[in-house]
């Protein structure tokens, strides 16, 4: 069985980016890494940690939430938040057992299949830079741009996750993030390039000894000086992703309004306190609040959004005890920024993320004890 799940996470993973059914419905990664995960729990149990007591408290808020609302007569079709709130929740756990007890290298083989067939679709479907000739903004297999836009940013932090488990060397490593930030630019999506951008200076530094890190900076200013420089004199005017960014600050669905950060102010106190749901968040906004936190404080309220927070507090300090600060933001950074404007909670690649980083820092922490090296070599 074991082995079995081992290629259902390596064939779950590799499958990210292929979407094959509407937005919201379940994609073939998600039934391959569901069937990964059942197995996987049973075989090996459920991880009793303080970050997946706290997913599971918040999925029971949430249901409950939902519920309650379609006991006083909303639409039982908004059940299906919580359902798939509780769908990732399962892989996450499944994935942090995994990766605890056998290491990254299945999710290394899986990431590097699917930015392979993320770039390739994009690829093939022929990007303009410059114009979009009337067929939108590429979406490869994705449904969405912007799917396109957070399998990067989430593919970013991952193959940063990869380079530090020593999974990928350093050019093996550039060349996935170099396709990290292809995938950003040909999504069009503004919080991929911006996160992405913010982040892949850093994740790309040398490592090896100061002098390299001294010439890597004195590059890195260089270039962005010289980037700047050109983009002052109209060298990129031309470029899409360049006038989506210079009009971030005139476009309607930039503000934090338009994402639905503001709908709890139509709700009662006690929402405020417990939640909206998300039938009535719909009602308000006209779609789902865009943003990781603000969607889960809309939605469940000051409760929800506490539970939620303690889950991602514990990841913050796992990753900064373990991979230091440059390492925490180069994993939790980019999904972080593009959640202040979509809403991330739904999507798969960031729970493996999360899952994966936290199972690695773990099983570092293991194997650097000298108890666990004593227990480990058979002598107490």
Known sequence: MAGLATYL?????????????????????????FTFSMIT?????FPVTLWSMALLAIFVHAFSVESTYVFLGGDPQFLLNGVFLFFNIIIAAAAYVHVRETGLKTLLLGVACAATIAIGTVAYSGVNLSSLDGGGRPTGTFNNPNQLGYFSACLLSITFLLYKGKQLNYWMAAIMFAI???????SLSKAA???????????????RSRNAMFGWAIIGLIGVFYLFQQFQNGAFDELLFVKRLANISIENDSSLRSRGYFAFVEGSALQLLFGMGAQNINKI??????????????NYGLIGLTI???????WAVKLFKSYGFVGFICVAAPPMLYGITHNGTRFTFFWLLFAASMAYAER?????????????????
């Open 193 to 207: 390039i911006i996160s992405n951008f913010v982040v892949i200076i850093l994740a790309l530094r040398p490592v």
């Open 41 to 45: 729990l049973l075989t090996r149990g």
């Open 180 to 186: 990290a930030m292809l995938l950003a630019i040909a």
């Open 285 to 298: 906004v006209g779609h789902e609040v865009h943003s990781t936190f603000a969607s889960i404080l809309n």
């Open 308 to 314: 939620f927070s303690i889950a991602m507090l514990n």
């Open 9 to 33: 996470f390596f064939l779950g993973t590799a499958l990210l980016p292929v979407y094959i059914f509407n937005s919201g419905g379940i994609q073939p990664a998600h039934l391959v890494l």
């Open 364 to 380: 570092e922490r293991r194997h650097s004890s000298p108890k666990a090296t004593i227990e480990s070599d058979g002598r107490y």
